[in-house]
Every structure is written in structure tokens, then in C-alpha cells.
Nanobody, 120 residues
Framework: QVQLVESGGGLVQAGGSLRLSCAAS????????MGWYRQAPGKERELVATISSGGSTNYADSVKDRFTISRDNAKKTVYLQMNSLKPEDTAVYYC??????????????WGQGTQVTVSS
């Protein structure tokens, strides 16, 4: 079975940095896209960053030049390096793995979410 563990959230001062990790385990043959989403109270969930199987990346305008998404295929892990954090970055962050090819077929998986709080 595929297991997904998300970690790295916490409380940080404005201008600080955090690194989020999302690791998949189990028998996995391939993972297509990986992405990070966030949702603040009273707001819609928004896409933060994505990275394709080929390494192409996309970022929301609000985080461009501050956040960096990366993946380690050998470790089946996606990361989100967040620098120059702002209070408006405060949200629950979720990772999503798209089209995971495992022993039970192809499925999408969501992380459990990790809270990121940026104080002013």
C-alpha cells in the first residue's frame, strides 16, 4: 500500500524559511506530477507550485522567486523550500501526487496537511 507522510510545517517569523517534505512509500512504479496546495481559513484552496515528471515547474505568482519546488524520484519525495515568508503565506499546506502508478493501479494521493504560520 502507498503511504504518504507530509512534514516540515511550523511557526516562523516573517522573512524566515521553512522546508516542507512529502514522502511516499510502498511499491510505486512511477509518479507523474507533484504539487503543493494551500488553504487559509475562509479562502479557497490554491495551487502553490507543481513539478512534472520531467522536472518542469510552475509557481503561483504570489510565491514566484520565493518558493522552490523540487523532487527526488529515488526517495519518492517532493519538497517545497519556502524563503522570505510573509504573514499571508499562513495556511495549511497539502502535497498532491498525481497519477501514482502502484500495484493497485493509478491513483492520486493527498498529504494530510501541515500548518505553516508566519508571524509579523
Amino acid at each position: 500500500q502507498v503511504q504518504l507522510v507530509e512534514s516540515g510545517g511550523g511557526l516562523v517569523q516573517a522573512g524566515g524559511s521553512l522546508r516542507l517534505s512529502c514522502a511516499a512509500s510502498g511499491t510505486i512504479f512511477s509518479i507523474n506530477g507533484m504539487g503543493w496546495y494551500r488553504q487559509a481559513p475562509g479562502k479557497e484552496r490554491e495551487l502553490v507550485a507543481t513539478i512534472s515528471s520531467g522536472g518542469s515547474t510552475n509557481y503561483a505568482d504570489s510565491v514566484k522567486d520565493r518558493f522552490t519546488i523540487s523532487r527526488d524520484n529515488a526517495k519518492k519525495t517532493v519538497y517545497l523550500q519556502m524563503n522570505s515568508l510573509k504573514p499571508e503565506d499562513t495556511a495549511v499546506y497539502y502535497c498532491k501526487l498525481d497519477r501514482v502508478f502502484g500495484t493497485r493501479g493509478i491513483h492520486d494521493y493527498w498529504g494530510q496537511g501541515t500548518q505553516v504560520t508566519v508571524s509579523s
